[in-house]
C-alpha cells in the first residue's frame, strides 16, 4: 500500500503563494505519473497539474504560467507552487500517484485545503 500526505495548504490573500508538498510512502521513481487534483465545494475533482515519470508535465489551463508542479526522487515528494493566486483557486487540493505493476493502481492522499481570499 502507497500513502501519501500532503501538506502547505492554508489560508492566502489573492495575489499571494503557497507552496504543497505531497509526501510518498515509497519510491517514486517508478510512478508512472505524480498529479494533484483539486475539489471545490459542489463541483467535480479536477486535474490541476501532473508530471510523468520522464518529467513531462501538464496543467489545467486555468492554472498555466501561474502553477508549477515537481518532482524529487531522491525525496520521493511532489510539490506544487502556486502563485498569483485568486479565489476561484479555492479547493481541497489532493496528491495522486498512478503505479503500474501489471495493473494500474491510482492513489490518493487525504487531501490539503487551500482558501484564498479577495
Known amino acids: 500500500q502507497v500513502q501519501l500526505v500532503e501538506s502547505g495548504g492554508g489560508l492566502v490573500q489573492a495575489g499571494g503563494s503557497l507552496r504543497l508538498s505531497c509526501a510518498v510512502s515509497?519510491?517514486?521513481?517508478?510512478?508512472?505519473?505524480m498529479g494533484w487534483y483539486r475539489q471545490a465545494p459542489g463541483k467535480q475533482r479536477e486535474l490541476v497539474a501532473v508530471?510523468?515519470?520522464?518529467?513531462?508535465?501538464n496543467y489545467a489551463d486555468s492554472v498555466k504560467g501561474r502553477f508549477t508542479i515537481s518532482r524529487d526522487n531522491a525525496k520521493n515528494t511532489v510539490n506544487l507552487q502556486m502563485n498569483s493566486l485568486k479565489p476561484e483557486d479555492t479547493a481541497v487540493y489532493y496528491c495522486?500517484?498512478?503505479?503500474?505493476?501489471?495493473?494500474?493502481?491510482?492513489?490518493w492522499g487525504q487531501g490539503t485545503q487551500v482558501t484564498v481570499s479577495s
Open positions: 495522486k500517484a498512478v503505479a503500474v505493476v501489471g495493473l494500474i493502481y491510482n492513489y
Open positions: 515509497r519510491s517514486i521513481g517508478n510512478m508512472l505519473s
Open positions: 508530471i510523468s515519470s520522464g518529467g513531462t508535465t
